[in-house]
């Protein structure tokens, strides 16, 4: 698949999320919990109840920083669970369309990982061929999602994005974009929508050394992006034998 001539090596630095409606967002979570909480006091009974918490940024953009990651941090998913977070069923992965729908179909992954079923079946019936950057971020902001980003290569963004379960969107390879699905000390492992059968086809996730793929990444100009949606639960991975 393609993306548009030259915006593939994005040198722009900084990254943003979307935090739209925060205060309707806010009122609307206050009083579910307000209910809760009277619904299991009434039943003789007090528990606690996880949430993950909004945070107000000026002029909607967060800065990527440690402080705001661990602000929307995922605590569903422990730390280490599993080197692949985004661990994407076949049912789920979107394959390039119209030969040149990469950054889409990695987009559309993303939202089906993360429970948005409608706006993928939406995105995937009403964009096809090459995309770049500042576009996709406009399209993504004209949808009213809930999305994430890094300009300038920033591997932080992309720990972040997989400890939290979350997975991404990345431009990587000569003119395409894939899906990030893990990342652990050694490797990064991607999906790749021109083979979303690899995984079973070969027996293990299309993998790069981390170094290798760091200077890869940014090579391509490190653009990376992911919705702000809740992920699946981890699958269980017992340790021993």
Not at 105 to 121: F, I, K, N
Not at 178 to 191: K, Q, S
Request: hydrophobic share 40%; aromatic share 10%.
């Amino acid at each position: 698949c393609a993306v548009d001539s030259g915006c593939s090596l994005v040198a722009w630095r900084g990254g943003g999320v979307k935090n739209d409606n925060l205060w309707l967002e806010l009122v609307m979570v206050i009083s579910a919990l307000l209910v809760g909480i009277c619904l299991i006091m009434s039943a003789g009974g007090v528990a606690s109840v996880p949430i993950e918490p909004e945070i107000e940024c000026p002029d909607g953009q967060c800065p990527l920083d440690a402080q705001w990651l661990e602000s929307i941090r995922s605590d569903s998913r422990p730390v280490g669970a599993t080197a692949v977070a985004m661990d994407i069923p076949p049912s789920l992965r979107t394959e390039n369309w119209g030969g040149g729908s990469c950054v889409h179909a990695s987009t559309v992954s993303l939202l089906r990982w993360q429970g948005q079923h409608e706006m993928a079946d939406w995105w995937r019936a009403n964009y096809i061929g090459g995309e770049y950057s500042d576009r996709l971020i406009k399209r993504m902001e004209a949808a009213n999602l809930r999305y994430a980003y890094t300009l300038d290569g920033d591997m932080r963004f992309l720990e972040w994005c997989v400890r939290t379960g979350r997975g991404a969107g990345l431009f990587y390879k000569p003119n395409h974009a894939i899906n990030l699905v893990g990342l652990d000390a050694e490797y990064a492992y991607l999906l790749d929508n021109n083979d979303v059968s690899r995984p079973e086809r070969t027996g293990e996730w299309e993998r790069v050394p981390r170094s290798e793929f760091e200077r890869r990444w940014r090579g391509y100009g490190g653009f990376g992006w992911t919705l702000v949606y809740q992920p699946p639960a981890p699958i269980p991975h017992l340790s021993g034998k």
